[in-house]
T-cell receptor, first 109, second 112 residues
Framework: KQEVTQIPAALSVPEGENLVLNCSFT??????LQWFRQDPGKGLTSLLL?????REQTSGRLNASLDKSSGRSTLYIAASQPGDSATYLC????????FGAGTRLTVKP | NAGVTQTPKFQVLKTGQSMTLQCAQD?????MSWYRQDPGMGLRLIHY???????DQGEVPNGYNVSRSTTEDFPLRLLSAAPSQTSVYFC???????????FGNGTRLTVT
């Protein structure tokens, strides 16, 4: 059974800092990995999708990497802003979609 | 485009009652799915559909039914509500399987 873990559960950083969010998974037989953002009381917004054959994807200040062999993905956020404050979730798509519990990010002005 | 629309936003049920959570998308997406989100547990897949007339079970399907008679709609039925079904329910769609998911804003369900 696929297990997805995100550490840390919460993170607080000052504005402007570069930061890395971590996602680990136990079964490397996946189709893709997605990173999402969730604001309080809202649904999830897809940030990046990495296919199993890819190593990384970039969108603006966001860069996500995937290492299937070690069961790890990272989401790198450059020059963080208060508007980046949200919960970030990763999801691994294998036999079915499995989500991590998320990392709650607070960026302080 | 409205995207993925879920109704109602909030619902309170008594144990044993039944109800249907509605989900509609206007993006002509083939893939649709339902999740529940519980504190500290992330989202868990309930049921999914890869196209009209095709549905399958996810990780936690017990107590829920789905149908997909059109591309646009994917309702989730609770047959006999239980307190363990108190949760926030999300519907999501994607153009095809293995493409980025688009989520609705959720339905917060409380079963007393």
């Amino acid at each position: 059974k696929q297990e997805v873990t995100q550490i840390p559960a919460a993170l607080s950083v000052p504005e402007g800092e570069n930061l890395v969010l971590n996602c680990s998974f136990t079964d490397s037989a996946i189709y893709n990995l997605q990173w999402f953002r969730q604001d309080p009381g809202k649904g999830l917004t897809s940030l990046l999708l990495i296919q199993s054959s890819q190593r990384e994807q970039t969108s603006g200040r966001l860069n996500a990497s995937l290492d299937k062999s070690s069961g790890r993905s990272t989401l790198y956020i450059a020059a963080s802003q208060p508007g980046d404050s949200a919960t970030y979730l990763c999801a691994v798509d294998g036999n079915d979609m499995r989500f991590g519990a998320g990392t709650r990010l607070t960026v302080k002005p | 485009n409205a995207g993925v629309t879920q109704t109602p936003k909030f619902q309170v049920l008594k144990t044993g009652q039944s109800m249907t959570l509605q989900c509609a998308q206007d993006m002509n997406h083939e893939y649709m799915s339902w999740y529940r989100q519980d504190p500290g547990m992330g989202l868990r897949l309930i049921h999914y559909s890869v196209g009209a007339g095709i549905t399958d079970q996810g990780e936690v399907p017990n107590g829920y039914n789905v149908s997909r008679s059109t591309t646009e709609d994917f309702p989730l039925r609770l047959l006999s509500a239980a307190p363990s079904q108190t949760s926030v329910y999300f519907c999501a769609s994607s153009r095809v399987y293995n493409s980025p998911l688009h989520f609705g804003n959720g339905t917060r369900l409380t079963v007393t």
